[in-house]
């Protein structure tokens, strides 16, 4: 189907933890993870042996039907481990779309009000018409023929600081991105006693790995909490561990009201949750939430297993420690050539922004494809993002070995450096 793309046209039939094999037996690093969802490796022996175990008792039977003891764990362990000190609840779902769809839906029930902002440039699924769609920040590739679009969603600016939006330096800006909301937007578009939630990546993932502000995101949940606002936290792509916390929010010191997960929380299987404050999950309506799907019972054993491992492995901690390998490589990459713009991520979630000038930072779009492209030949797989498709951002699993890792930083200079002809 042409509406489906396809990053690398290449068939993988097998893989081992950063490796991926091809159908002619082709070695690939893999800077991929699925986008970001083996973090902990291709073919990991212990889930391996998990999911066995749990196909041979049990595969279905709707948590909506009969409880089962894989998602009740599951649900205990989410609460217990979701950031912030307020008792949680957790609701189970299939994707990180449907995740989306149905955090708004909370925040819209139990608050009774109908908007919801979100952020340009952002991005939160693609779900059928359902509101992830109208909360994503980019028209193409992802609404392109699909308006209208389920309305009660607004746009602001994000915090984008290497692309400001206002022409502001950050930190000198005094939050130009943050002040327009409190004295322009909710004045001109959506008044906040008529706003369920803000809806946000503190960093964006499909956006190009942009790390929101400190400040801004403490100064906004100040502004939420006194206005009676819930703080919706997307951490589908930028959750477990990747960021060098457990959720990425937690590098900002914020408890969300609301949380998204999918993605990594499986290592593949189809899972995502919706993890919010007991006080509102119980102010839902009976019957309104559900999925024959969501919280089955392979995909939750997986899970469990997933949380184990990022535990006992300290696998946060170790992104950390990837995440100076990676920083460091790419601060280099940054001195030796003048078309990267900026480096930028939190943790092993790193990423690189290409640019034709520095100073007028125009996009290097084409250049990037021709970078990810020449990498795939040498034996890297790559993934670009970002408003212009001019980032390429990392994405390994966190279990990736340390000569693995420096192997593809070294394939990923080579392309480089071919494209550009040094």
Not at 6 to 33: M, Q
Request: proline share 5%; hydrophobic share 40%.
């Amino acid at each position: 189907m042409k509406g489906v793309s396809l990053a690398h046209p290449i068939t993988i039939v097998k893989g081992r933890n950063a490796l991926l094999y091809d159908i002619n037996g082709k070695e690939y690093v893999d800077f991929t993870s699925g986008i970001g969802v083996t973090s902990l490796g291709h073919a990991n022996p212990e889930l391996v042996k998990t999911v066995t175990e749990q196909l041979e008792k049990l595969w279905h039977t709707c948590f909506m039907v009969t409880n089962y003891p894989s998602c009740a764990e599951l649900a205990e362990k989410l609460a217990k481990i979701a950031p912030g000190v307020s008792e949680k609840q957790v609701l189970f779902q299939n994707s990180g779309s449907e995740a989306v769809d149905n955090a708004i839906k909370i925040a819209r029930q139990v608050t009774g009000r109908y908007y919801i902002v979100s952020y340009e440039n952002s991005f939160h699924g693609r779900g059928a018409y359902g509101f992830a769609l109208s909360a994503t920040g980019k028209w193409k590739p992802y609404k392109v023929g699909f308006d209208p679009l389920p309305p009660g969603v607004e746009l602001i600016p994000y915090p984008y600081c290497y692309r400001c939006p206002f022409k502001q330096e950050y930190p000198g800006c005094g939050l130009a991105c943050l002040d327009y909301v409190k004295k322009w937007f909710i004045n001109t578009r959506v008044p906040l006693e008529r706003t369920a939630g803000f809806l946000i990546e503190v960093v964006q993932g499909e956006g190009g790995y942009v790390v929101a502000p400190l400040d801004y995101v403490r100064e906004l949940k100040k502004f939420l909490e006194e206005n009676n606002v819930l703080l919706i936290d997307d951490e589908v792509q930028a959750g477990w561990g990747r960021t060098g916390k457990l959720w990425a929010i937690e590098n900002f010191g914020v408890e969300p009201d609301i949380m998204t997960t999918a993605k990594a929380i499986a290592n593949g299987l189809p899972l995502s949750a919706v993890v919010g404050r007991k006080e509102l999950m119980e102010k839902t309506h009976p019957g309104s939430f559900g999925g024959t799907y969501g919280g089955n019972p392979v995909s939750c054993a997986a899970a469990l297993k997933v949380i184990e491992v990022m535990q006992r492995d300290r696998l946060p901690e170790r992104a950390v420690e990837l995440g100076e390998m990676v920083r460091k490589r790419l601060n280099e990459l940054y001195e030796k050539y003048e078309i990267v713009g900026d480096v930028r991520g939190l943790g092993v979630m790193q990423a690189i922004e290409l640019v034709k000038d520095r100073k007028t930072k125009e996009p290097a779009s084409s250049e990037t494809s021709k970078v990810i492209d020449k990498a795939r030949d040498k034996g890297l797989l790559l993934l670009k993002a970002g408003l212009y498709h001019n980032v390429i951002r990392l994405h390994p699993p966190l279990t990736i070995e340390k000569e693995i890792l420096e192997k593809g930083l070294d394939l990923l200079e080579e392309s480089l450096k071919e494209v550009l002809k040094v």
